[in-house]
């Protein structure tokens, strides 16, 4: 398997535009996470996924973010309209629901100007 | 709910002495615990993980890890460390019951010739 695959893996964008985010899992797993990275707040869970169904939204930072997972491939977090306090790097993450063990995504670093 | 803390925000180590870094939850329920490491511009890499059983585990690259439920602690420890070794090091939690997978705020490990 080639591992979790985000894309893309840089995004610059304007203060204002939307941005979507990609993260496709490890084939078989049956929980995804996204969390945020920053030097001020480290490693934030923002969301996870169990079989698809949303568990707990409640790092979700406010109603410009939002996540989906149409399908057990593939995962996107959408942020509408971006902000400057946006910039982090977002990673994607999946695990088997028997063992835990989660596996990370390169990671997408975002910055928005 | 439950909380991870890394005691440490930054551990400087000379090159082939031991280390310890430290790691502290809390949880209403019972858990999993693991650790993280991450190289620069890298996703996160695991490096041990309890689950159950023996409390002391070994993981990859000479790390090991010791579960203690009474201090609810699980320090990572190596004997000797080397230069490669430097990074940032992340303790995590999982909940058994819900799969809530959170990260302490990290550690940067510099190992110095």
């Known amino acids: 398997d080639a591992g979790v695959i985000q894309s893309p893996r840089h995004e610059v964008t304007e203060m204002g535009q939307e941005v979507t985010l990609r993260c496709k899992p490890i084939?078989?797993?049956?929980?995804l996470f996204w969390y945020r990275q920053t030097m001020m707040r480290g490693l934030e869970l923002l969301i996870y996924?169990?079989?698809?169904?949303?568990?707990?939204d409640s790092g979700m930072p406010e109603d410009r973010f939002s996540a989906k997972m149409p399908n057990a491939s593939f995962s996107t977090l959408k942020i509408q309209p971006s902000e400057p306090r946006d910039s982090a790097v977002y990673f994607c993450?999946?695990?088997?629901?028997?063992?835990?063990?989660?596996?990370f995504g390169q990671g997408t670093r975002l910055t928005v100007v | 709910a439950q909380s991870v803390t890394q005691l440490d925000s930054q551990v400087p180590v000379f090159e082939e002495a031991p280390v310890e870094l430290r790691c502290n939850y809390s949880?209403?329920?019972?858990?999993?615990l693991f650790w993280y490491v991450q190289y620069p511009n890298q996703g996160l890499q695991l490096l041990l993980k309890?689950?159950?059983?023996?409390?002391l585990v070994k993981g990859i690259n000479g790390f090991e890890a010791e579960f203690n439920k009474s201090q609810t602690s699980f320090h990572l420890r190596k004997p000797s460390v080397h230069i490669s070794d430097t990074a940032e090091y992340f303790c995590?939690?999982?909940?058994?019951?819900?799969?809530?997978?959170?990260f302490g705020q990290g550690t940067t490990l510099q190992v110095k010739p």
């Open positions: 996924f169990n079989n698809n169904v949303p568990i707990d």
């Open positions: 993450a999946s695990s088997l629901r028997t063992d835990n063990e989660a596996f």
């Open positions: 995590a939690v999982c909940s058994s019951n819900t799969g809530k997978l959170i």
């Open positions: 309890y689950l159950s059983g023996s409390t």
């Open positions: 949880s209403s329920v019972s858990v999993y």
């Open positions: 084939s078989g797993h049956n929980s």
